[in-house]
């Protein structure tokens, strides 16, 4: 079975803290991304890595930053938290682009920001 | 205008009723399509796949229309289990690997 493992279901920060979000996935996939999902928004693309120390802005990637310095793990930073930051955030990894391009979530971080 | 929209429901339908979801995208160019569900407070996971052809898993039945747009879930026979939110899925070009998602669709089935 794939596993997504993300560091903390539930975090509180305050505005203007680093925040970092921390995703390790144990398959050997290139591939990871990171969402956060609002009530009405659905899920929206922050970020994403198709390789090793190689990213990619997805739709919403302001105010966030992300690492990937080994193969099984990336990171999201907030470099200064915001109130309008506070919401779920998921983290996925898949294999390389396939025709099927099946993703894999991890049980989400709920973040306040307060 | 989304990208991939849903009715975001809720459909409220009693045990062994059949029920179904629709879902539009914009992008023609898009190649592959899924259905997701997501309980209360957890993470999406694959439901199905959506074929072209169509395709069935048990009770549950997809179909795309490429020249509409559309996708199409039918659940037949809703078990209590079925309660959850259901979210479209489309993969708009193979070389962005990303998916986009839909908002879903909140089904509550009754006893």
């Known amino acids: 079975d794939v596993k997504v493992t993300q560091s903390s279901r539930y975090l509180v920060k305050r505005t203007g803290e680093k925040v970092f979000l921390e995703c390790v996935q144990d398959?050997?996939?290139?591939?990871m991304f990171w969402y956060r999902q609002d009530p009405g928004l659905g899920l929206r693309l922050i970020y994403f890595?198709?390789?090793?120390?190689?990213?990619e802005k997805g739709d919403i990637p302001e105010g966030y930053s992300v690492s990937r310095e080994k193969k099984e793990r990336f990171s999201l930073i907030l470099e200064s938290a915001s109130t309008n930051q506070t919401s779920m955030y998921l983290c996925?990894?898949?294999?390389?682009?396939?025709?099927?391009?099946?993703?894999?979530f991890g049980a989400g971080t709920r973040l306040s920001v307060l | 205008r989304k990208e991939v929209e849903q009715d975001p429901g809720p459909f409220n339908v009693p045990e062994g009723a059949t029920v179904a979801f629709n879902c539009t995208y914009s992008?023609?160019?898009?190649?592959?399509f899924f259905w997701y569900r997501q309980d209360c407070r957890k993470e999406p996971k694959l439901l199905m796949s959506?074929?072209?052809s169509g395709n069935e898993d048990g009770r549950f039945t997809a179909q795309l229309n490429r020249a509409s747009q559309y996708i199409s879930l039918l659940i037949r026979d809703s078990k209590l289990s079925d309660s959850a939110t259901y979210l479209c899925?489309?993969?708009?070009?193979?070389?962005?690997?990303?998916?986009?998602f839909g908002s879903g669709t909140r089904l509550q089935v009754q006893p």
């Open positions: 899925v489309v993969n708009e070009d193979t070389g962005r690997r990303a998916l986009t």
């Open positions: 398959m050997d996939h290139e591939n």
């Open positions: 992008n023609s160019a898009s190649q592959s």
């Open positions: 996925a990894s898949s294999l390389p682009v396939t025709e099927r391009n099946i993703q894999y």
């Open positions: 890595s198709y390789d090793v120390k190689m990213k």
């Open positions: 959506v074929y072209s």
